[in-house]
């Protein structure tokens, strides 16, 4: 691409910049000479149809027609009107004078006299009188002369914009010579400058521009540059040595640093395993605590079934003793034909159809009783095992009723539990965290309940969540300590009842597992246990 001289620059930007402000002020101009033009003639135009209408407006009422045409005459003689025509109420012609081309043509007024295509400028004016009209007055101007002023009026605007466009063309010329002449200087001093810094050479010999002005201050500018580029080589070199100094020091600090650092990380690792250890043996704990205050509970329902199974065992041992009985007299009674009497009657004392009904009836209660035993050992090693780190697929309401056989003997006495347990896809958690999560809700949900209540367990599928609600209709938790019943160590209950970890350590099992516990509760009325799960994917 071709490089265009800052001289041309300056004269087309110029000539563009005068170009626009005179072609915007030729067309000002023009603008307000046709409005004034047109103020003038519709001024003119509206007058003289409404003087001539007022003064032949007797003529017409008197169908005066030698007064009218008198009238029409007299008007003509001014020498832009090109014609008058008198019309009366039914669109006859009264009187007319002007060009006769002139009389038959169609009239159509005009408001505008550049709209104006036949060089004549129509008005017309209305002769009235009460109310009805008698007559209109129709007037021709010509308005050659205006169009007329009008062009030379344009000629001289333009030729006055292109004489100064001229001029300013010149002027532009000019001072494009005398600044690129002066920038010229300036460049040739710049790349001296240039080269010498490129060369390490920083003695500069300097000529400023004389020319009393701006340019003149810039070639002061650039003398002052190269002054500060050489006081800026000699600062650079001394800080350069100053930076190769702190370089070594700083390289020494900062492996100074790194160790300590270093050492704190270590720490802090310990310390965070020390932690993570801590959480660990306090979930468990709390754990624990729930397993104990179950214990009691536990040891009732397995004392019952263990109860009856040995009750029947000691039943059974008595129906042995006689079989027993009956197989030794069985085989006496091959040896000793006389004692067949003796073995009937022993047969019918004992009633063995009795007894072989109820062995049947007994085996089955201690199978009944064993499987309890089993089933209640099972709930409470699922819920008390050591926790293990890896998340599982888990059944929600499997959990909910495994929770359920733990806490029986705990709520079964003073609170009807409701279950609605919704069919619901699988989440992804600690089957034993979760145990002991339901535990704590369900617990607590006992002890708000002042003697009988009821207690409703539901669960169900939320868009792609699974939701677990624990509701009572207990005492309820007051407003002002509701934001703290998840706080460590937070508790209403009397010293030795509560650690105030249970809803804490269920909290943080919740966040674990990516979901939420929230809690709605009014007092006297309930509380409200909401667990929201993600689904597993």
Known sequence: MKKVSLRLKTMIGTAIIEAVLLSALIFVVIDFMMESANDAMNKRATTTASLFASATKNAVLSYDLATLDAFTNELLSNPDILYVKVIDGENQTLSFAGNERLKERTFEGDTLVETVTDGIFDIHADIVEGGTLFGTIQIGIDIGTINRAMSEVKRWTVSIALFEMALVAIFSYFLGIYLTTNLYILKSQAKFIASNVKNGVFDFKWKPIQSKDELQELSLAFDELSQTLAEEHERRERYQHDLVELNRNLEELVAQRTEKLNQRNHQLEATNKELEAAQQQLVHSEKMASVGQLAAGVAHEINNPLGFVTSNLDVMRHYQSDYAELAKRAIQLGLEPDTLTAFNQFVQDKDFTFINRDCNELIDESMTGVQRVSAIVNDLKQFS?????????????????????????????????????????????????????????????????????????????????????????????????????????????????????????????IKEHGGELLVKSEVGVGSCFTITLPVML
């Open 385 to 509: 095992r050591t926790d293990t780190v890896q998340l599982q697929p888990c059944d929600i309401n499997a959990c909910i009723k495994t929770t359920l056989n733990l806490v029986e003997s705990k709520i079964k006495y003073h609170a009807k539990v409701i279950t609605q347990l919704n069919e619901i896809p699988q989440v992804l958690g600690n089957q034993g965290k979760l145990i002991q999560v339901f535990t704590n809700l369900l617990i607590n949900a006992a002890q708000a309940l002042e003697s009988e209540g009821e207690i409703r367990v539901s669960t169900r599928l939320d868009h792609e969540c699974v939701l677990i609600q624990i509701q009572d209709d207990g005492i309820g938790i007051p407003e002002e300590i509701k934001n703290k019943i998840f706080d460590p160590f937070f508790t209403t209950k009397s010293i030795g009842k509560g650690t105030g970890l249970g809803l804490s350590i269920s909290y943080d099992i």
